[in-house]
């Protein structure tokens, strides 16, 4: 079995001289770095992950902070994750906050996070200015996922939430529908936080560049559950006139939506149309039109960058990605955020309006 210090013999320098080449320090000359290298693959030295881990202190061990790891696009940003992070030889450490204050306590203002993890990824986690306070402190590189979720100095992954609603709405003003109802998230519920917002706002600039001005009485909140889409949607058919088309924020809404259409009577998509954002697993099941955002690849990409500085990988971008214009949402601490592209997806759930 080959050891460090054949390494060196070989390369002609010290064994810490080794060490530092192999785990890529600065503190060694190009030179040098190419003859310890040429070696190292000379003679098949492997490091030991856990041996270099040791010795740079580190953990090898990342942590991922989440709002509800039950619903859809948590679960697959997660997934996406955690297997980049085992291919690169590090180990996930998942905090599910599940709503629970005395859980937020615990992960984002005690030593849960401190010598723990070398890292942290969050996605979609509403972050007060205390919360954002204590993550600063730990100086611990990390990614957010989402709009929503803002710490200096940290990247952001994310999609065009205000794109996403726009296109939607775009599809059905295609169509031919003028009067289109849109239900999003609470803005009392966290997991909603600014994404409901964006996605409202995409909505309204959708009908006003149509001509359109937004009815405040087809514009209803609600969770992001497809029990919130249901009695949203029950709540949009009580106050009168039906709409003959739905924006829903998000595709569990929407199906919740479809739900609270058929149990009144009205058929999908010849009486009232659907479209949501996400592309659930279940959206192409159920036939629904949504504007797919790539989740997986959010997740995946969050945790390229993530690794980037720790010297383990270089970050690649998602071959759709963009930098965002800096504005608003920026300034000289944060890198500018990388958006990923949605897409429309056309199905059943979508049609012309029935003629009168």
Known sequence: MTRIDDVARLAGVSTAT????????????????????AAAEQLQYAVSPSASRLAGGRTGTVAVVVPRITRWFFGTVVEAVEEFLQDSGYDLLLYN?????????????????????DAIILVATPLRAADV????????????????TKVPGWPCVRIDDVAAARTATRHLLDLGHTRIAHISGDPDDELAFTTHLDRRRGYQEALRAAGIGPDPSLDVESRFTIDGG????????????????????????????????????????????????????????????????????????????????????????????????????????????????TRLVVRESTAPPRAH
């Not at 306070?133 to 730990?138: G, I, P, Q, S």
């Open 133 to 148: 306070h204590a993550l600063t402190k730990l100086e611990l590189p990390g990614v957010t996922i989402s709009s929503g």
């Open 97 to 117: 906050l599940g709503g629970r204050e005395q859980t937020r306590q615990r992960v984002l203002h005690t030593a849960s996070l401190h010598k723990r993890v």
């Open 230 to 341: 249901t009695q949203a949607t029950a709540e949009l058919l009580a106050r009168g006139e039906p709409p003959t088309a739905i924006v829903a924020a998000c595709d569990e809404m929407a199906m919740g939506a479809i739900t609270a259409l058929r149990d009144a009577g009205l058929r999908v998509p010849q009486d009232v149309s659907v479209i949501g954002i996400d592309d659930h697993d279940l959206a192409g099941v159920l036939g629904l039109s949504t504007i797919a955002q790539p989740a997986a690849e959010q997740g995946l990409l969050a945790a390229r960058i993530l690794l980037d500085p720790l010297g383990v990988r270089a970050a690649a971008p998602h071959p759709g990605a963009v930098p965002a214009p800096r504005g608003a949402d920026t300034d000289d601490r944060t890198p500018t955020p990388v958006i990923l592209p």
């Open 18 to 37: 080794v060490s530092r080449a192999l785990r890529g320090l600065p503190t060694v000359s190009a030179a040098t770095r190419r003859r310890v290298l």
